[in-house]
């Protein structure tokens, strides 16, 4: 589902919404906006999952799991 909604833009960034979609590279302004606020998101997503990882550090909860799988493997020739 969408929303449709009024959104003012400087002039230079409409004749690039209109640039892009000339170009074929979106279908339209909409989508052209669209894919820029999904890419917005996914850099805030990248931002905290990397302060997360900066103050936790590397953890992984399978290390245990991998340590006694390696000790109980037996592999046959």
């Not at 002039?11 to 690039?16: G, P, Y």
């Not at 931002?47 to 799991?65: K, V, Y």
């Amino acid at each position: 589902m969408s929303t449709q909604i009024a959104v003012r833009l400087p002039e230079d960034l409409v004749a690039f919404l209109d640039e892009v979609v000339a170009q074929g590279e979106a279908p339209s302004r909409a989508a052209a906006v669209a894919r820029a606020l999904e890419r917005e998101r996914r850099e805030r997503a990248a931002a905290e999952d990397a302060r997360i990882l900066a103050e936790l550090g590397p953890q992984d909860d399978l290390d245990d799991l991998v340590e006694w799988n390696a000790r109980a493997t037996r592999f046959e020739d």
